[in-house]
């Protein structure tokens, strides 16, 4: 079993920032891709940045230029930097982690975080 905990969310007002982490712990051979991904309130969950093994970055659009996504892989921990935090941005931030458990298996399991609250407003 792997576990992910999220820390850093909170309130903010427009314009600030946030430093989100997530530590994967547990049953871990390698880890693979890690990402972001954020839930508004009646909305379908969806992608906000992905960082692969090899240091390959994906963001979503509407927060290219903003966020920056990085990991520490001795740490099997992904951050995600938020500057110039928009109302919009307001949601529930989920890691995720692509995690191979075993030397002896080739599985690989996709794994999320509880989920932290960030809460842009005045």
């Known amino acids: 079993q792997v576990q992910l905990v999220e820390s850093g969310g909170g309130l903010v007002q427009p314009g600030g920032s946030l430093r989100l982490s997530c530590a994967a712990s547990?049953?871990?051979?390698?880890?693979?891709?890690m990402g972001w991904y954020r839930q508004a309130p009646g909305k379908q969950r969806e992608l906000v940045a992905t960082?692969?093994?090899?240091?390959?970055?994906n963001y979503a659009d509407s927060v290219k230029a903003r966020f920056t996504i990085s990991r520490d892989n001795a740490k099997n921990t992904v951050y995600l930097q938020m500057n110039s935090l928009k109302p919009e941005d307001t949601a529930v931030y989920y890691c995720?982690?692509?995690?191979?458990?075993?030397?002896?298996?080739?599985?690989?399991?996709?794994?999320w975080g509880k989920g932290t609250l960030v809460t842009v407003s005045s």
């Open positions: 960082i692969s093994s090899g240091d390959s970055i």
């Open positions: 995720n982690a692509d995690v191979r458990g075993s030397r002896w298996s080739a599985e690989v399991i996709s794994y």
């Open positions: 547990g049953r871990i051979f390698r880890v693979n891709a």
